[in-house]
């Protein structure tokens, strides 16, 4: 059994390779929030849609735990780009949520928008930016603000993978 599961593994590498889609692209997610309000769990819905819709994608993804991190300090370049290249890492996407205090739900953040950065692990340059919008009609309860915060990261996502089949070298304001 085992070594029908090796050969047909075998075969279907094979096949890949024929095609040119024998390597994987990987991309490494590093999510960041504000500091304040406090965001509690919310920015992890955020990278679960995102590494989700990667997924889905045929990409390999990778993330570490949310930091908390001025925006300021957020835009520099990113030090984790050497353990990026050490882990094999093709791209390294770094996500930024900033939150306010819910006005109508004491204690849940209310997300204001999200930026996104991908950089090249290889020569560490930018390979694309966004900025995405918050949502209209934000349900302010906690489940609501999850599937919010889960598309969100879906839309990452998707300006992700726009930049990664088009392979041109970042903008502002969209991928």
Do not use: H
């Not at 070594?3 to 094979?14: F, G, H, P």
């Not at 302010?140 to 915060?149: A, D, K």
């Amino acid at each position: 059994m085992r070594r029908a599961q090796a050969l047909a593994l075998a075969a279907v590498l094979a096949a890949l390779g024929m095609a040119g889609k024998a390597s994987a692209q990987t991309v490494a997610v590093l999510a960041a929030e504000s500091v304040d309000p406090p965001a509690g769990e919310a920015t992890e819905a955020v990278v679960s849609g995102l590494m989700d819709r990667l997924f889905d994608s045929g990409l390999i993804a990778t993330s570490e735990r949310t930091r908390q991190v001025e925006r300021a300090d957020w835009r520099l370049e990113p030090r984790s780009l050497g353990d990026a290249r050490e882990g094999s890492v093709d791209y390294l996407a770094c996500v930024y949520v900033a939150y306010a205090p819910s006005a109508l739900r004491p204690g849940l953040p209310r997300p204001l928008g999200l930026e996104l950065r991908l950089y090249r692990v290889a020569d560490g340059g930018l390979a694309a930016e966004a900025s995405l919008p918050p949502f209209a009609g934000l349900d302010e309860t906690e489940e609501g603000l999850s599937r919010l915060l889960r598309a969100l990261g879906g839309e990452a996502a998707e300006a992700l993978m726009n930049a990664l089949r088009q392979g041109r070298p970042g903008g502002s304001g969209g991928v």
